[in-house]
Nanobody
Framework: QVQFVESGGGLVQPGGSLRLSCAAS????????MSWYRQAPGKERELVAGIAFTGTSTNYPDSVKGRFTISRDNTKNTVYLQMNSLKPEDTAVYYCSAGDQWGPIYWGQGTQVTVSS
């Protein structure tokens, strides 16, 4: 049974930082591309970071490039998202996902991130 345990979300002031974690089980973690997506109210879910099997390749949209960093620890079956210089427009529910080169296959339950003063 595929399971994800996401943590690290919360309320932070603009300019602050958060680190999200997603611990996975029920599948061979090291064989999957891991990604973080987010969905704000009234908007479509969007990719914010992706990382290849071994962690040697990552990708980010321009909206978070230079502020967010994705990493993974295949020994712990965990993917992380370090978010710095947060902005109010980063407010959303953040989801981790496991998939392949064509997109996500499994989804986490989501964790709320709110950036507000």
């Amino acid at each position: 049974q595929v399971q994800f345990v996401e943590s690290g979300g919360g309320l932070v002031q603009p300019g602050g930082s958060l680190r999200l974690s997603c611990a996975a089980s029920g599948f061979t973690f090291s064989r999957y591309v891991m990604s973080w997506y987010r969905q704000a109210p009234g908007k479509e879910r969007e990719l914010v970071a992706g990382i290849a099997f071994t962690g040697t390749s990552t990708n980010y949209p321009d909206s978070v490039k230079g502020r967010f960093t994705i990493s993974r620890d295949n020994t712990k079956n965990t993917v992380y998202l370090q978010m710095n210089s947060l902005k109010p427009e980063d407010t959303a529910v953040y989801y981790c996902s496991a998939g392949d080169q064509w997109g996500p296959i499994y989804w986490g339950q989501g964790t709320q991130v709110t950036v507000s003063s």
